[in-house]
C-alpha cells in the first residue's frame, strides 16, 4: 500500500536525469516509484504538487546546530527542516569534550538527519572571545580520534578554521595535526578558508579527494583568485584531485563579485551550502532555498542548483546511496519548492562591502517529507 502519493509535481533528480512532471510514490519510508499517472488508489495520503518542483530532500553541508551550547547554534528542525533541508552537517560545532552532548541532546532527537565534523578543538566553538585553537593545548589529538572511532554512524571527520583570529600563530601546526588525525581515522577534513594562514596553496597542497573546502567565494585575502582576478592554479588542481570546493555563505563569507568571477572561468563550487547559524538566520542568509536561488541569479540553471544541494552534497558525505535522490529504494526524503517569479532582494555576505541584486525569481519552501514523514505541506498552484 502507498502510504503517501506526491502528484504532478515537476520532478528535478540529477541523479537519476530526470526534469519533468512525475508522481512520487512512498512505501515503507522509502521511495517506491517514480513516474506518470502512478495509480491513487488505496494512497493513505495524496498531495497535489502541480505548479511546484519536487527534489530529492535538499543537504546542507555547512551548518552550526548546538544550540544552547555554541554561540552559533539554532535548532535545526525549526530553522533546517522547516525550510526544505532534511539533511544537515554541524561544522565542527563540538569538538571531543563537547561532542556527547551534540549527540544526545541535538542528533538523537532532532527529526533532521543531522551530521557532524568534529573540530581539532577538543572544545569546538563555544565562544567568540577566543580562537578555539589560539592554544594548542586544545587540540587533543588522542581524544579526537576516540571520539571519531567510537561515532562513525554520524562523525563524518575533522573541521579545522583556518584563521588567525581561531588558530593564533598556531597555524602550520593545527594544519599538520589536522591533516594526521584525518589521515588516522581515514576521514576528511573540512577546511574554513578566510584571512588564510598558512597561505592558500600551502592548505591546498594538504588536502585528499574527499576534503571540503568552505567559504570558498569570501572575498577576504587568501582566498581562491589571485591578485588579478584568476582562479588560483593550486584551486583548480585541488578540485581536479577530487577537493570539494562548498559555498559556507555564511554572515562574511559569500561575495556575489568573486563567484561571479570564478563562474565566468567556469569554477563553478563542488556544494552549495548556508553556514546557517544565530547570527546570519535572519539575514543575508535565511535559509538553504535563498541561497541557492542566489546562484540561480548568477546564471546556474534549475538542474544545476538542484544537483550542488542534492547529488554533489549526498556524494561529499558518502551517502549517495541513501539520500540525494528520489531513486526507488532510497530514503524518502523529499523536499517541495515553489519558483516565484517576480523581483526579489537577494544579499550576499561580502567582507568589503554588502551588494544586493534584484533577482527575477527565487526558490520558496512548500514542503518536506522526511524518511516518508510529511513534515508540513504548503499547497498552491503556481
Request: net charge negative; hydrophobic share 40%; glycine share 12%.
Amino acid at each position: 500500500m502507498t502510504e503517501l502519493l506526491i502528484r504532478g509535481g515537476h520532478v528535478i533528480d540529477p541523479a537519476q536525469g530526470l526534469d519533468g512532471v512525475r508522481d512520487v510514490a512512498v512505501r515503507g519510508g522509502r521511495i517506491a516509484a517514480v513516474g506518470l499517472d502512478l495509480p491513487a488508489d488505496g494512497a493513505a495520503q495524496v498531495l497535489d504538487a502541480r505548479g511546484l518542483l519536487v527534489t530529492p530532500g535538499l543537504i546542507d553541508i555547512h551548518t552550526h546546530i548546538y544550540e544552547g551550547v555554541s554561540h552559533y547554534g539554532i535548532n535545526p528542525d525549526a530553522t533546517c527542516l522547516a525550510t526544505g533541508a532534511t539533511t544537515v552537517v554541524d561544522a565542527g560545532s563540538s569538538g571531543a569534550q563537547t561532542f556527547p552532548g551534540l549527540r544526545k541532546y541535538i542528533i538523537e532527537v532532532s527529526q533532521t538527519r543531522v551530521l557532524a565534523y568534529l573540530n581539532l578543538s577538543a572544545m569546538g566553538m563555544l565562544s567568540e572571545l577566543a580562537g578555539e585553537l589560539e592554544d594548542i593545548r586544545y587540540a587533543d589529538t588522542r581524544a579526537a580520534l576516540k571520539t571519531l572511532e567510537a561515532n562513525r554512524d554520524v562523525l563524518l571527520g575533522i573541521k579545522v578554521r583556518m584563521e588567525p583570529g581561531m588558530c593564533g600563530a598556531n597555524g602550520y601546526q593545527v594544519l599538520k595535526l589536522a591533516r594526521e588525525t584525518s589521515d588516522a581515522a581515514g576521514l576528511p577534513l573540512m577546511i574554513h578558508i578566510g584571512d588564510t594562514f598558512p597561505p592558500l596553496p600551502e592548505i591546498l597542497a594538504e588536502t585528499r579527494a574527499g576534503d571540503v573546502v568552505t567559504h570558498c567565494y569570501h572575498d577576504r585575502p587568501g582566498g581562491i583568485l589571485d591578485e588579478a582576478g584568476r582562479v588560483l592554479p593550486a584551486v583548480r588542481a585541488a578540485a581536479a584531485r577530487g577537493v570539494f570546493f562548498d559555498v559556507g555563505h555564511g554572515r562574511g563569507s559569500f561575495a556575489f563579485q568573486v563567484a561571479r568571477q570564478a563562474l565566468a572561468q567556469d569554477f563553478p563550487p563542488g556544494t552549495i551550502s548556508t553556514d546557517l547559524h544565530i547570527h546570519n538566520l535572519h539575514g543575508p542568509v535565511f535559509d538553504l532555498a535563498t541561497t541557492m536561488s542566489k546562484f540561480l541569479h548568477l546564471g546556474l540553471t534549475l538542474p544545476q542548483v538542484v544537483d550542488l544541494t542534492t547529488r554533489h552534497p549526498a556524494r561529499s558525505i558518502r551517502l549517495e546511496n541513501e539520500i540525494g535522490t528520489l531513486r526507488p529504494g532510497a530514503c524518502a526524503d523529499v523536499t517541495l519548492l515553489r519558483l516565484q517569479e517576480g523581483p526579489v532582494q537577494l544579499t550576499d555576505a561580502a567582507d568589503k562591502g554588502r551588494e544586493t541584486v534584484t533577482a527575477e525569481r527565487a526558490l520558496v519552501p512548500a514542503g518536506v517529507v522526511r524518511a516518508g514523514r510529511l513534515i508540513f505541506f504548503r499547497n498552491g498552484h503556481g
